[in-house]
């Protein structure tokens, strides 16, 4: 595989049982490129092993003036000159190959795996950590997988050249090879001290990196109430454990690096004073104690390659951890049963919320939390999530969002299917299964048995806090959709004619055209509102048979809410759709209204029936709070229907 050749077709499977897992299928899906890095790596250590022999004759071809001698020495060395050079460049250009190509291929593998979880993913794993994965993660796992090639190239050239001073000089050679395995394997007792402590190191930086992606994705929440202060400290915190911890960390490995020069030092020592004792002594020529001595010297080189492999393993070993982490998130590995996508009611078995066919369906939860996690069991992710992701705002835009699917996001939305939380970083190295729930049914067909694709054109789910990427207003709603909702249609039904406007003034075009004018990256030109209703007219366009929206009017005011919540009425007539969201003025619009409480749904009726009639629904959509709940004569502290309405 050469760069040029990126990206891959398919990147494969991997092996997400554990990070060293993991680590040895990149090995194994690059054999070919690590054989080449061998291969160029052992003509350099080999051809810099000759050296000694070269200089060894030349020094003896001096001393028994020898003209030819020295002659063909010197010729030996321009050769071996020549192939150093060599395999130096091949080597370095291989190695760099192995991992550009292997972090490309995790690069991919955490795109797919965003693309298919879409917005599940990030309340499954920290957006921080699903950051820290994709950039530093990724190349320490590179780091390893082009060490490894150059580390078996090294281990290979030492068994040469000791097998080699064994058959030109037995006395000498003997000492050194007795020695290059202790040189070896000296430091071997340190490393799992030193692994533990790069571990914590790499801990501390995940977590720091985590603490610094949410504060940033929070940081108008934090302005608004006054909260930066308080998550600057707790990132200064942070970041000084890191340093305490990357301190640590580093005595260990400068301990480690001492002890890879002392020794060889050592063993350099007691070769001149033995080989100068048996040259004294007429045992042995200068130019082969000049030959074993410039031998042993460089044996410090391919030595140190067994100190890169050790540290590339402890740092890349947590980072394929985490990588296994985020991969091992997927769809219920269940047989697919249909191929085209079903029509019928939507039905949640855990929560027993149905959406019948055709209708449009409010759903209200008190907990924020519980209804994402409910929008996204319906977007088909079957699984259970015990723990969601430690977000600053619950969700995170890392990794994909809840918009219409297809149209260019990484993550899209209406995703189908997916399984729960891997293991934690502190956890074991296997990933355990976690165990699995009923899916929802569309039609009486499991969305989790249905292809990806089919499922995600049968439901589609848009987030809470939906991401526009950067691109014209026609490539926004370019999406993939049944043709029957037209883009002025679908704008008109969310009411962004107020966009429109101000696209049309920020056009750069001369005919002043919005739909040619482009916005910014996640539309940070414009207002919260604003993107809100772009999202939602980007969904009505894709017109699924099924949509889920997530407080889809949360960042708009009344009166624009209330002509949001009718235009979706209208456009959507005919056709399921669920609302998640407590607003009366929406609420007031359901065909249906549903009320979930702790998982369960416990009422089911109109909005105005569930006012006068149910508490708890009373209470979370007029506000009410828990001594008002409580007090006696409760239900009658609204006498008609028309004080309940203006309450809420």
Same mark, same amino acid.
């Given at each position: 595989?050469?760069?040029?050749?990126?990206?891959?077709?398919?990147?494969?499977?991997?092996?997400?049982?554990?990070?060293?897992?993991?680590?040895?299928?990149?090995?194994?899906? #690059?054999?070919?490129? #690590?054989? *080449?890095?061998?291969?160029?790596?052992?003509?350099?250590?080999?051809?810099?092993?000759?050296?000694?022999?070269?200089?060894?004759?030349?020094?003896?071809?001096?001393?028994?003036?020898?003209?030819?001698?020295?002659?063909?020495?010197?010729?030996?060395?321009?050769?071996?000159?020549?192939?150093?050079?060599?395999?130096?460049?091949?080597?370095?250009?291989?190695?760099?190959?192995?991992?550009?190509?292997?972090?490309?291929?995790?690069?991919?593998?955490?795109? !797919?795996?965003?693309?298919?979880?879409?917005?599940?993913?990030?309340?499954?794993?920290?957006?921080?950590?699903?950051?820290?994965?994709?950039?530093?993660?990724?190349?320490?796992?590179?780091?390893?997988?082009?060490?490894?090639?150059?580390?078996?190239?090294?281990?290979?050239?030492?068994?040469?050249?000791?097998?080699?001073?064994?058959?030109?000089?037995?006395?000498?050679?003997?000492?050194?090879?007795?020695?290059?395995?202790?040189?070896?394997?000296?430091?071997?007792?340190?490393?799992?001290?030193?692994?533990?402590?790069?571990?914590?190191?790499?801990?501390?930086?995940? !977590?720091?990196?985590?603490?610094?992606?949410?504060?940033?994705?929070?940081?108008?929440?934090?302005?608004?109430?006054?909260?930066?202060?308080?998550?600057?400290?707790?990132?200064?915190?942070?970041?000084?454990?890191?340093?305490?911890?990357?301190?640590?960390?580093?005595?260990?490995?400068?301990?480690?690096?001492?002890?890879?020069?002392?020794?060889? $030092?050592?063993?350099?020592?007691?070769?001149?004073?033995?080989?100068?004792?048996?040259?004294?002594?007429?045992?042995?020529?200068?130019?082969?104690?000049?030959?074993?001595?410039?031998?042993?010297?460089?044996?410090?080189?391919?030595?140190?390659?067994?100190?890169?492999?050790?540290?590339?393993?402890?740092?890349?070993?947590?980072?394929?951890?985490?990588?296994?982490?985020?991969?091992?998130?997927?769809?219920?590995?269940?047989?697919?049963?249909?191929?085209?996508?079903?029509?019928?009611?939507?039905?949640?078995?855990?929560?027993?919320?149905?959406?019948?066919?055709?209708?449009?369906?409010?759903?209200?939860?008190?907990?924020?939390?519980?209804?994402?996690?409910?929008?996204?069991?319906? $977007?088909?992710?079957? #699984?259970?999530?015990?723990?969601?992701?430690?977000?600053?705002?619950?969700?995170?835009?890392?990794?994909?969002?809840?918009?219409?699917?297809?149209?260019?996001?990484?993550?899209?939305?209406?995703?189908?299917?997916?399984?729960?939380?891997?293991?934690?970083?502190?956890?074991?190295?296997?990933?355990? *299964?976690?165990?699995?729930?009923?899916?929802?049914?569309?039609? $009486?067909?499991?969305?989790?048995?249905?292809?990806?694709?089919?499922?995600?054109?049968?439901?589609?789910?848009?987030?809470?806090?939906?991401?526009?990427?950067?691109? %014209?207003?026609?490539?926004?709603?370019?999406?993939?959709?049944?043709?029957?909702?037209?883009?002025?249609?679908?704008?008109?039904?969310?009411?962004?004619?107020?966009?429109?406007?101000?696209?049309?003034?920020?056009?750069?075009?001369?005919?002043?055209?919005?739909?040619?004018? !482009?916005?910014?990256?996640?539309?940070?030109?414009?207002?919260?509102?604003?993107? #809100?209703?772009?999202?939602?007219?980007?969904?009505?366009?894709?017109?699924?048979?099924?949509?889920?929206?997530?407080?889809?009017?949360?960042?708009?005011?009344?009166?624009?809410?209330?002509?949001?919540?009718?235009?979706? *009425?209208?456009?959507?007539?005919?056709?399921? %759709?669920?609302?998640?969201?407590?607003?009366?003025?929406?609420?007031?619009?359901?065909?249906?209204?549903?009320?979930?409480?702790?998982?369960?749904?416990?009422?089911?009726?109109?909005? !105005?029936?569930?006012?006068?009639?149910?508490?708890?629904?009373?209470?979370?959509?007029?506000?009410?709070?828990?001594?008002?709940?409580?007090?006696?004569?409760?239900?009658?502290?609204?006498?008609?229907?028309?004080?309940?309405?203006?309450?809420?």
């Amino acid at each position: 595989m050469q760069i040029r050749d990126l990206p891959y077709s398919d990147p494969g499977d991997p092996d997400i049982r554990s990070g060293p897992r993991f680590l040895l299928w990149l090995g194994r899906n #690059q054999l070919r490129g #690590q054989l *080449k890095s061998m291969a160029w790596g052992l003509l350099h250590q080999c051809s810099l092993a000759g050296l000694p022999l070269a200089a060894g004759l030349a020094v003896q071809a001096v001393v028994d003036r020898s003209g030819n001698r020295l002659a063909w020495a010197g010729g030996l060395i321009v050769v071996l000159g020549v192939l150093i050079a060599l395999g130096d460049t091949m080597l370095h250009r291989t190695a760099i190959t192995n991992w550009i190509t292997a972090a490309a291929r995790v690069q991919q593998l955490l795109a !797919r795996k965003t693309a298919e979880l879409g917005s599940a993913l990030t309340r499954r794993v920290a957006a921080g950590e699903v950051v820290a994965v994709s950039t530093g993660d990724v190349e320490k796992i590179g780091w390893f997988v082009e060490a490894l090639s150059r580390f078996a190239s090294a281990a290979a050239a030492l068994v040469l050249i000791c097998t080699g001073l064994l058959l030109y000089l037995p006395s000498l050679g003997l000492l050194v090879t007795l020695s290059v395995p202790l040189l070896a394997l000296a430091v071997l007792p340190l490393l799992p001290r030193a692994t533990r402590r790069a571990d914590l190191q790499r801990e501390k930086a995940g !977590r720091a990196t985590e603490l610094a992606s949410d504060t940033v994705a929070g940081l108008r929440v934090l302005r608004g109430i006054g909260g930066e202060e308080l998550f600057l400290g707790r990132y200064r915190r942070a970041s000084q454990e890191v340093r305490e911890a990357a301190v640590h960390s580093a005595r260990m490995w400068s301990l480690i690096s001492a002890i890879q020069v002392l020794l060889p $030092g050592v063993l350099l020592i007691s070769l001149v004073v033995y080989g100068a004792a048996l040259a004294r002594d007429g045992r042995i020529e200068v130019g082969q104690l000049v030959t074993v001595y410039s031998a042993a010297a460089l044996l410090l080189f391919p030595l140190r390659h067994f100190e890169e492999i050790a540290m590339a393993y402890s740092f890349s070993r947590p980072s394929a951890r985490r990588a296994v982490r985020v991969l091992s998130l997927g769809r219920a590995d269940r047989p697919a049963s249909l191929d085209t996508a079903p029509t019928g009611d939507l039905y949640d078995p855990v929560t027993g919320l149905m959406a019948p066919a055709g209708l449009f369906t409010a759903v209200v939860c008190g907990d924020p939390d519980e209804a994402g996690r409910l929008a996204e069991r319906l $977007g088909g992710h079957a #699984q259970a999530d015990p723990e969601p992701a430690r977000t600053a705002d619950g969700n995170g835009d890392a990794g994909g969002n809840g918009d219409a699917g297809g149209n260019g996001d990484a993550g899209g939305n209406g995703d189908a299917g997916g399984n729960g939380d891997a293991a934690k970083d502190g956890a074991p190295e296997a990933v355990p *299964k976690p165990e699995t729930v009923p899916s929802v049914l569309l039609g $009486g067909v499991p969305l989790d048995e249905l292809p990806l694709d089919t499922a995600r054109t049968a439901v589609l789910v848009q987030d809470k806090d939906p991401v526009l990427l950067s691109g %014209t207003l026609g490539e926004l709603l370019n999406v993939p959709s049944s043709g029957l909702v037209a883009a002025e249609d679908a704008l008109a039904a969310a009411r962004c004619g107020d966009v429109l406007d101000a696209l049309a003034q920020a056009s750069a075009d001369a005919s002043g055209d919005p739909m040619t004018t !482009r916005i910014t990256e996640r539309g940070r030109s414009l207002s919260g509102g604003q993107r #809100q209703r772009l999202a939602l007219a980007r969904s009505l366009v894709a017109d699924p048979e099924v949509l889920v929206l997530d407080e889809p009017t949360s960042a708009v005011d009344s009166h624009t809410e209330s002509r949001v919540a009718a235009g979706i *009425k209208e456009l959507r007539r005919g056709r399921t %759709t669920v609302v998640l969201a407590s607003s009366p003025l929406l609420l007031d619009l359901a065909d249906r209204v549903v009320l979930a409480h702790r998982g369960t749904v416990v009422a089911v009726g109109s909005h !105005r029936e569930l006012l006068r009639t149910e508490p708890r629904y009373r209470a979370v959509v007029t506000r009410e709070t828990d001594d008002e709940i409580a007090a006696p004569g409760a239900g009658d502290a609204f006498r008609t229907i028309e004080e309940i309405g203006e309450r809420a």
